[in-house]
């Protein structure tokens, strides 16, 4: 079989394909950098880093530095190999969103500057060694947890312990394009995360463009399109243009430790995972700058508000509270049935910051070190939604007569912040809201699967047999939702068209495909009874005719 230069059943800008099978083609794709056209070839096998290798090579950008794709609608693309072929009028338009300051060396002589550079490279190797030992942990003890985990990823990861209900499936592919974020197993972890903190390294001195600082504190942020070193980057640029990096004297090495062991301690579960811990963040972070929260709280409140979203799912199993207490877990027996979970995630986050090489508190003074525990653990521990009604109920017998000087109202206030950036979903934009749905739902099912195996309840909501993507929704908007963010909206009027709108659109949505469903369904149930009263009724018999033929006086017929 042949391969042809061109087929017409492909879009222009696919060359060399062969049209029956479908086998590896060059992709062309036309993009413009500032004022100049330029054009990208590819095959279509080839791997997601040597595609981004071709769009650094025609931005002339470095390793380290950020590239961000855009659609002719403004929209973030992503760089892989499925990337859509386009035409010369409606090409893409590729930033570099993030570029590596180049400081001048007059002056230095190459050989100072390369000892420079050796001590630097040596410092950066040294500094990675603490940060992934966590500090002067024995060897006795990591040995003694390499074994505890090599034997839970042979319980987790072998198919044939499914009936002891042991082994957890996290490779399930999510329905359509959606960016499935469990997809990594657990003996992979730790090799993925030296990978990540390695990128991270390099970004450390790239300076980010303004426009991407201000899109970054906007509801509307495609946090699909960003890797995960990346994310991390942007969470340090949090601290940094909060200001809390110099007014609290951060030093930037301990910040960068902190994010790494907070990556570290996020598992590749298909809901609760770092990238959830981005995108809860990235709207808290959003939420400061639009309700202008640091003329209203302190730095120490602040700083509570961004570490407790960073924080909220730290080592998040994927299962949740109902699971710890039924089945009787660890966690749920360690905190006596109350907010395991969240206790779990509140006593890692201060393991972290325990350390010395990732303790970003540490110059803070013993009074406003107490006074962040204590905020950060409250905060953390309203996101227990088994208290979501007393602590709306609380927020809201504060807004006739809230008193910022009230230390109780703002930590309520707080409070509310934290659950509002955690369940945010349904206020960005629904081509970034929506696969998150698929990914709450795919990790419900694993849990209920398990309950099941292991003879436990399941949540009706939590079914693969019951549930459905739209109501699984109307009903959280609804009754969840909407309530919460109508009450900030009540004290915070500015939170209403871009966070409250998109809420209010997301119901409709929902609403609008459960009725399509319900129809559909209607549909098919009359069509089935049509079949069967159709196989059922006797088919009518016509009464036979009989022709009668007469002689005429001729004799004839």
Not at 26 to 42: A, H, R
């Amino acid at each position: 079989m042949d391969t042809i230069d061109f087929y017409p059943g492909l879009p222009p800008g696919v060359k060399g394909v062969d049209a029956e099978v479908g086998r590896p083609h060059l992709k062309t794709v036309y993009i413009k950098i500032g004022d100049i056209d330029e054009q990208v070839e590819f095959w279509s096998d080839a791997s997601s880093d040597e595609v981004k290798e071709c769009f650094r090579c025609a931005t002339e950008s470095g390793s380290s530095d950020i590239l961000k794709l855009y659609n002719t609608n403004n929209s973030l693309m992503n760089i892989s190999p499925r990337l859509k072929v386009n035409s010369p009028d409606n090409r893409y338009t590729l930033r570099v969103v993030g570029a590596k300051q180049c400081v001048g060396a007059e002056g230095i002589t190459p050989e100072i500057n390369q000892t420079l550079l050796s001590i630097e490279k040596r410092l950066l190797n040294l500094e990675k060694k603490i940060v992934l030992n966590s500090g002067d942990t024995p060897p006795a003890v990591w040995d003694m947890r390499a074994k505890v985990e090599g034997l839970r990823e042979k319980l987790e990861s072998v198919e044939h312990m499914s009936w002891l209900g042991l082994y957890k499936d996290v490779d399930g592919q999510c329905n359509g394009n959606v960016p499935c974020c469990g997809t990594k197993k657990t003996k992979e972890k730790y090799q993925y995360s030296q990978q990540v903190f390695e990128k991270f390294e390099k970004l450390r001195s790239v300076e980010l463009t303004d426009a991407t600082r201000e899109l970054l504190k906007k509801p509307t942020f495609d946090i699909w399109q960003w890797e995960d070193s990346e994310m991390l980057y942007l969470l340090q640029q949090m601290f940094v243009d909060l200001k809390l990096v110099e007014k609290l004297y951060i030093e930037l090495p301990v910040l960068q430790a902190f994010l790494f062991q907070v990556h570290l301690s996020y598992n590749y579960t298909p809901y609760h995972n770092f990238r959830h811990c981005f995108c809860v963040t990235q709207m808290m972070y959003g939420l400061i700058w639009l309700c202008d929260l640091p003329a209203k709280l302190d730095e120490i409140e602040i700083m509570i508000l961004l570490v407790s979203a960073i924080c909220h799912d730290l080592d998040h199993p994927g299962y949740n509270n109902s699971y710890q207490v039924n089945a009787k877990t660890e966690l749920a027996l360690r905190y006596n049935d109350i907010s395991p979970l969240e206790n779990h995630h509140a006593a890692v986050a201060f393991e972290i910051m325990s350390c010395e090489t990732s303790n970003i508190l540490k110059h803070l003074s013993a009074a406003d070190h107490k006074r962040f525990r204590a905020g950060m653990i409250k905060c953390i521990l309203a996101t227990d939604m088994a208290r979501h009604n007393e602590i709306v109920t609380q927020f809201k017998a504060t807004i006739g007569n809230y008193d910022n000087a009230n230390p109780d109202h703002r930590l309520t206030m707080m409070m509310i912040f934290l659950k509002v950036s955690d369940i945010s979903n349904e206020a960005r934009p629904m081509d970034v809201s929506e696969p998150w749905v698929e990914c709450l739902l795919q990790e419900f099912f694993i849990q209920s699967d398990a309950e099941k195996l292991e003879g436990l309840p399941v949540a009706p909501f939590m079914d693969r047999e019951k549930v459905t993507k739209p109501s699984a929704q109307v009903g959280f908007i609804k009754f969840v939702l909407i309530p919460l963010y109508e009450a900030l909206a009540s004290m915070f009027e500015e939170i209403r068209e871009p966070i409250l709108q998109p809420v209010m659109r997301a119901f409709d949505y929902y609403s609008d495909m459960a009725k399509k469903m319900a129809a559909d369904e209607e549909g098919m149930k009359l069509k089935e009874q049509g079949r069967r009263i159709s196989s059922t009724v006797e088919p009518k018999v016509e009464p036979r005719r009989v022709s009668v033929t007469r002689k005429n006086n001729r004799g004839n017929f």
